[in-house]
């Protein structure tokens, strides 16, 4: 089965196609069940070593092309009047008023002999995926005509069917309901971050984490400006009344949605693409403080200060998390903790991750030691620990070393290459990062692990600061201090307060990355006439919730995330 397509593989709802990150060590077949934290399973396909590519290079390139699949270069002598402006840099390609494509049946058996033989031969269901895409390519006008063709040619009773990802999915799990079920499949756990033993070009790419660092930096703010401080502002000011800013909050999540394309975060494009990556940052930033702004002055101006002189100035504070804030210890200490293991945050979870690793030093992509993270790093023997929190830094190394090192990278300079095509850009500087940075960290030791310490709450204190404004004295119908919003429970998370996408409700997010069933409750200052459990889309109802005096109770269990549509009375 082939498809045609212009970016990566992507999700359907129950389903998951992976092939960075999973390798025939963890799967070896082509079809595996991949468990959550919480649980929950969703069924998994592991592409093969060509991975989203198969068929555009095995089969498309030798017929339409008349060349082998490692075969990356243009002889001038070859023909179609290539054509690029001189002087233009490594970013412009070269073009060709008569693009040397053709027509090479005669190649057919022997490509398809090939497809089967390198990427298609293990497949454990009467069909097999071959992926017809690479990198920013359009639609394959010819490959109906090879499909065609190549009907006629094969003998061994297999079909080759021009269709697409929903359609192979579909039939993959109807051929395993009908043979013992899904039940029999592997069973998967954990990041998905392996490296390959051997294969093409399925790595797992590693280095990326830290690669321009600035626009990792950059990106960390634009998020916490968005989720942390614009939506919550925002969403409080629209309960006490004030229109809610959708338009210009949909525009900062469409921008940060489109720096989050694999090569711009990743950092590997041209310059030129992490200029337009930082612009995009940058302009959330702006349109987030203009919409905290909007909304703090709206909440600061209905405070209830009349009985102040008219010559004082007073200072509003407001505190974009759902927990009252204590003071925060920061100081250099030694890392020397006795443990195998670090603990660090990923997106709605705490993940527990080896220090030692395995010796794979023959494979083709090796182990690293790098890890990715988001707020925190912590190392603990269960009596004492210490956390590393950052700002914005995605990257760090808990090194297997007598002291349990944790490096944390702030920068990582190198020249701009394709490992691809094997080319050197030198007109492309901006990866080697020759300028002046600031960053920010902090050394948190703590009794007991993370979970007992509160780590994961400090580090979003250390992220998050309160808004501070400066007001005149006047009437208002607010008390000096209220709390809109708080989370009761220890360990839980709020990574969400904003209007509903489909309805007119106030949406909270919570999340557990503990490792326990976690009671808790969201207590709300405005009055709310229901409460449901929904589905992270919002529309699909999945529980009703009791209310009393603004607390809604919620038990929320380990490595969950939860979504309460909180529907406001009318007053």
């Not at 555009?56 to 339409?64: G, K, Y």
């Not at 039939?171 to 499949?185: C, D, I, V």
């Not at 030129?272 to 909007?294: G, H, M, S, Y």
């Not at 709206?298 to 505190?319: C, K």
Request: aromatic residues 8%; contains cysteine.
């Amino acid at each position: 089965m082939t498809r045609d397509s212009a970016s990566y593989p992507g999700e359907f709802p129950g389903h998951r196609l992976f092939y960075r990150g999973i390798s025939a060590d963890q799967v070896p077949g082509n079809y595996y069940v991949w468990q959550g934290p919480d649980g929950s399973r969703l069924f998994g396909i592991r592409l093969g070593d060509y991975a989203r590519a198969s068929f555009f290079h095995l089969v498309d390139r030798p017929v339409v092309h008349d060349r082998g699949r490692g075969d990356q270069s243009h002889d001038w002598s070859a023909g179609g009047k290539p054509f690029r402006v001189c002087g233009t840099g490594s970013a412009t390609p070269y073009h060709f008023h008569l693009p040397p494509t053709g027509w090479h049946p005669e190649r057919i058996e022997e490509a398809f002999a090939e497809l089967e033989s390198v990427d298609l031969g293990t497949w454990e269901t009467p069909w097999a995926l071959a992926m017809e895409c690479d990198d920013s390519t359009g639609p394959f006008v010819l490959t109906p005509r090879i499909v065609a063709a190549a009907r006629g040619l094969v003998t061994n009773g297999k079909e080759i069917v021009h269709g697409d990802l929903p359609e192979f999915v579909r039939r993959a799990r109807e051929h395993f309901s009908e043979h013992g079920g899904e039940k029999e499949l592997t069973v998967v756990t954990g990041e998905m971050r392996h490296p390959q033993r051997a294969g093409v070009w399925t790595d797992l790419y590693a280095e990326v984490q830290a690669t321009r660092m600035p626009t990792k930096y950059a990106n960390r703010r634009a998020e916490f400006a968005l989720q942390r401080k614009a939506e919550p502002l925002a969403t409080v000011a629209w309960c006490l009344g004030v229109e809610y800013p959708a338009p210009h909050l949909d525009r900062a999540w469409s921008m940060l949605v489109q720096s989050h394309a694999h090569d711009s975060i990743g950092g590997c494009g041209m310059d030129a693409v992490d200029d337009d990556v930082r612009n995009r940052l940058r302009q959330i930033e702006i349109v987030c403080a203009c919409v905290a702004e909007d909304a703090f002055r709206e909440i600061a101006g209905r405070i209830d200060t009349g009985d102040v002189p008219s010559e004082e100035i007073l200072l509003v504070v407001f505190n974009p998390l759902p927990r009252r804030r204590d003071a925060v210890m920061r100081a250099l200490f030694p890392t020397c903790v006795e443990t195998d293991v670090a603990h660090a945050e990923v997106a709605f979870d705490v993940v527990e991750r080896a220090i030692p690793l395995p010796d794979t030093r023959e494979w083709r992509e090796p182990y690293k030691p790098v890890q990715p993270q988001q707020n925190f790093v912590d190392l603990s023997d269960g009596r004492h620990g210490v956390a590393i929190l950052n700002r914005g830094l995605p990257q760090y190394e808990a090194v297997d070393d007598a002291n349990r090192t944790v490096a944390l990278t702030l920068l990582r300079c190198n020249r701009n290459w394709s490992s691809i095509r094997l080319a050197h850009y030198p007109d492309q500087p901006g990866m080697q990062l020759q300028s002046t940075h600031t960053f920010e960290y902090a050394i948190l030791p703590h009794e007991g692990g993370w979970e007992a310490a509160g780590v994961l709450d400090e580090a979003l204190r250390f992220n998050v600061d309160p808004l501070v404004g400066a007001a005149g004295p006047g009437p208002g119908d607010l008390p000096r201090t209220r709390s809109f919003l708080e989370v009761e429970g220890d360990g839980l998370v709020m990574a969400a307060l904003k209007r509903g996408e489909w309805y007119d409700a106030v949406v909270v997010r919570v999340s557990n990355p503990t490792s326990s069933q976690i009671a808790g409750a969201v207590r709300v200052a405005f009055p709310v006439a229901a409460a449901r459990l929904v589905n992270m889309m919002e529309p699909d109802v999945e529980g009703e919730l009791g209310v009393d005096d603004g607390r809604i109770a919620l038990t929320v269990p380990a490595k969950r995330v939860v979504t309460l549509k909180l529907e406001r009375a009318q007053v």
